[in-house]
């Protein structure tokens, strides 16, 4: 029977109908609706009946991947930095009584994980950390071939290790964690600090009078044509995030590091920067060299990894 897998992003909310083989049958993407539980419970309700639509047929289960701390034992959203409204929320019993079928809840980014392991550029790979570089940082542990949630049952929070206890405020309201250099909305909060601390760059004639033009594109293009600001920034990111790989590398021995997100495919190679920086700092990696590739599903790799969550926690 095929399944159903729904991800919850702080931006987007998508959806997939997935055979066992891992085909997927229908697929759908909306804005998340972010204020309202309700709201958010009205829109996977509309996604799943147009995703059985679209397949023709009809999911036997469903996995779910929400951005936050999660407790997936008992289907329970306890903390989302992005998504600040949604705190100590039943989701599974929520939807299970809506969709009249399973529902399993785990962390997004853990599930993105392990739908790389599946199907994507982690299927020939027995350890590996995948991180996603979108709005957030996500990432997610994969070892000997299995997820790794750790003691409490929600581990690898990269995004919120600290890398300069002095540096930063998060949105997590945490000083120097590594998603305020190396993310999305990391890497524009401190271009705008920047600004209003009077550094000079071009970057500020690219957006004109709107803020919201400011993205890591923008700051990319902006390094491409040598702005000494936003090579910094970038170059910077690339740095923190592989100072968190060597310490990754140092406690788990986990030697490849999967990269999924648009800052991927920045012209800027902040993979390079990450790699290099990890090889250096990184004990281990004396031993054997720390890679870094890119991720293969892309957008899906959350639908897909929670797919393979419903279909593992299904047949027990
Ligand atoms: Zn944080």
């Not at 803020?211 to 491409?224: E, F, K, V, Y």
């Not at 031993?287 to 299904?314: N, P, Q, W």
Request: glycine share 12%.
């Amino acid at each position: 029977m095929p399944l159903l897998g729904i991800d919850v992003g702080g931006t987007n909310l998508r959806g997939a109908i997935v055979d066992e083989s891992g085909k997927v049958l229908s697929s759908h993407e909306e804005r998340t609706p972010i204020d309202d539980v309700a709201l958010l419970v009205d829109a996977i309700d509309e996604i799943v009946s147009k995703l059985h639509r679209d397949a023709g047929c009809s999911a036997s289960a469903c996995g779910i991947g929400f951005p936050g701390i999660i407790d997936s034992s008992q289907g329970l959203v306890f903390y989302s930095p992005n998504l600040p409204n949604f705190v100590d929320l039943a989701l599974s019993e929520l939807l299970c009584d809506r969709l009249g079928i399973d529902v399993y809840l785990g962390n997004d980014a853990n599930l993105a994980a392990l739908g790389e392991m599946w199907l994507g550029a982690g299927s020939d790979k027995s350890s590996f950390v995948h991180i996603t570089l979108g709005t957030g940082l996500g990432s997610g542990l994969i070892i000997n071939r299995k997820p790794f949630w750790g003691g409490s049952g929600y581990a690898a929070e990269l995004g919120h290790l600290t890398v300069q206890p002095d540096g930063e405020i998060c949105a997590c309201g945490k000083r120097g964690c590594l998603e305020a250099y190396c993310s999305a909305s990391g890497l524009c909060s401190r271009a705008l600090r920047c600004r209003s601390d009077g550094i000079a760059s071009q970057m500020w004639d690219m957006m004109g009078d709107d803020d919201s033009r400011l993205n890591p594109q923008l700051i990319d293009q902006a390094a491409l044509n040598g702005d000494a600001l936003a090579c910094r920034l970038l170059s910077e990111a690339g740095k923190y995030l592989g100072i968190a790989m060597a310490a990754l590398c140092d406690t788990c021995g986990i030697h490849v590091a999967l990269l999924g997100g648009r800052m991927v495919n920045m012209k800027f190679d902040i993979i390079k920067v990450a790699r290099d920086e990890a090889n250096e700092r990184s004990l281990l990696a004396r031993t054997r060299e720390f890679s870094v590739e890119k991720a293969a599903l892309g957008d899906m790799a959350g639908c897909i990894g929670a797919v393979r969550y419903a279909l593992d926690c299904s047949v027990g």
